[in-house]
């Protein structure tokens, strides 16, 4: 899992069925400067799917790959990038 | 398998419920050069790693699955603690 900073979210018109309940943020990877230092320079962002409530200015944990699509259990769902924690705080 | 560095840890009240009573570290996944290598990530730990410290992951999802259950999203977890890098 990365860490990510939520600055935005997508709105679906139409979506796989097995996707309802949740929502699908746009998130920027954290570097290890941004976590120390408070530097501005944040990763490539990507869109995560949320059903935790993370909002704008939220630190997640992003669950990708294989194991993004877990939590859907044996349903089969198209979801590559997965909000697996609200980070409360980070201690460094 | 791959050897990181310990540069903190999270907290997360609200988390998928299977990560619930685990702690998570924040770590540098590190090249053989011992420089960065990617974004810090979180990392599952039961053996006690602190701050500062040399630790080897794995990222087999299937390994951190046998632990916290099949519908887990964690894929990293640390292995083990290695005393000297040589």
Redesign the interface.
Known sequence: ???GEVIGRVTLSRFQPQLRGGRFLIAL????AA??EGALAR?EELVVYDN??AGPGSLI?I?E????A????KTKAAVDA?C????????? | MQLGRVVGTATATVKHPTFEGERLLVVQLQTTAGGPDGEPILVFDRLGARRGDLVVLTNDGRALQELLGPTTPGRWSVLGLPDVRS
Not at chain 1, 29 to 32: F, G, R
Not at chain 1, 65 to 68: L, P
């Open positions: 899992m990365r860490i990877p954290m570097p290890l976590l120390t990763g935790l409530g944990g669950s790959g294989r194991e993004a877990n939590p859907f259990g997965y697996a924690c609200l980070i409360d705080q980070i201690t460094i």
